[in-house]
């Protein structure tokens, strides 16, 4: 196998791969900070953040999520990706 395709598909697999979830800066209380809040969420009520994603090659996403998405324990699971 050539080395250039070697390097192709380690940045295709690059590309595809999703950035790790970075939470909204929070304040003590643990919630969100208030200029990140977009609205409520449609599922459960709590807040709504929004957020970016790097993908590599790609440029960047934009997220909205549900606060309560982004804990270790995630409580609800709605996400839109403007």
Avoid: F
């Amino acid at each position: 196998m050539e080395q250039g395709m070697v390097v192709e598909e380690a940045r295709r697999k690059d590309a595809l791969e999703e950035a790790p979830v970075t939470p909204v800066r929070h304040r003590e209380d643990r919630r969100p900070d208030p200029q990140w809040v977009r609205g409520r969420c449609p599922e459960c009520g709590d807040d709504l953040v929004s957020n970016l994603y790097y993908i590599g090659g790609k440029g960047y996403l934009l997220c909205w999520e549900c606060w309560g998405s982004l804990s270790e324990n995630p409580t609800c699971r709605y996400r839109k990706v403007l």
